[in-house]
């Protein structure tokens, strides 16, 4: 087996932690971007960044190419901040945007020329299952909406290089920001499994797989996409039994 030296953002906690787990357990190098690197047990090497500083990100991010090869890029780290029409402030819009879409360019450019030269590379962008709409949601679905976009453009200008660029839309998942904002049982947790049509929570660890296989060695026929992760969200209800 080919081992790969991949850079995940958002690193810490929930899906990206999920796949580092997993990318580590298949023998490749992780590197990840987080807040705080506090994680002791995190399966490679965790850096703490502040992503929402853009010069600190492109410092962090230069030194980390210098010191690492990397095969890949998953572009994991975002802000929801919910505000519905009629509440919605300019600058809390704007800091929505620049954190989901900024250290996503600069994560992507940092890396890029090592996989030119490689002639091999990955780029997995993680959207969401609110590109497709939802409440309160302006500023982080027309963020996720973007990355969607970032992956189309990307795709065709890297189509003859030998990387490929994909993104994750996951639907509800339970991670620990979940569970904070909807405890079990609650208002919030029912209003988002009346959405999914297998009437469940997706893990982590489901996301992180699907996210693996783009990362991989088969996956290579396949940029430009988007995959729906989200237990038939995206498809509609489910028939009333």
Do not use: C
């Amino acid at each position: 087996m080919t081992t790969r030296t991949f850079l995940i953002t958002g690193a810490s906690k929930g899906i990206g932690r999920a796949l580092a787990q997993r990318l580590a357990a298949a023998g490749h190098g992780v590197v990840g971007l987080a807040r705080s690197a506090g994680q002791g047990d995190f399966p490679g090497t965790l850096i703490s960044a502040d992503l929402s500083d853009r010069a600190n990100t492109e410092q962090v991010l230069a030194d980390l190419a210098n010191r690492f090869d990397f095969d890949g890029v998953v572009n994991n780290v975002g802000a929801v901040r919910p505000q519905p029409l009629g509440e919605i402030d300019l600058d809390t819009f704007d800091s929505v945007l620049a954190l989901n879409l900024h250290p996503t360019i600069q994560a992507t450019q940092a890396v890029l020329p090592g996989m030119r030269q490689r002639g091999w590379g990955r780029v997995v962008n993680i959207s969401s299952l609110t590109v497709l709409g939802m409440q309160g949601r302006t500023a982080y679905a027309s963020a996720k909406s973007a990355l969607v976009n970032f992956t189309r453009t990307w795709a065709l200008e890297l189509a003859k290089t030998g990387i490929t660029v994909n993104s994750v839309a996951p639907g509800p998942t339970e991670t620990e920001l979940f569970r904070e904002n909807n405890p079990p049982g609650s208002e919030g947790e029912a209003r988002y499994l009346s959405g999914v049509p297998m009437d469940r929570l997706g893990q982590p660890d489901e996301i992180a797989a699907a996210i693996e296989f783009l990362l991989g060695e088969h996956s290579g026929y396949i940029t430009g996409q988007t995959l729906f992760v989200d237990g038939g969200a995206s498809v509609g209800r489910a028939a009333f039994s």
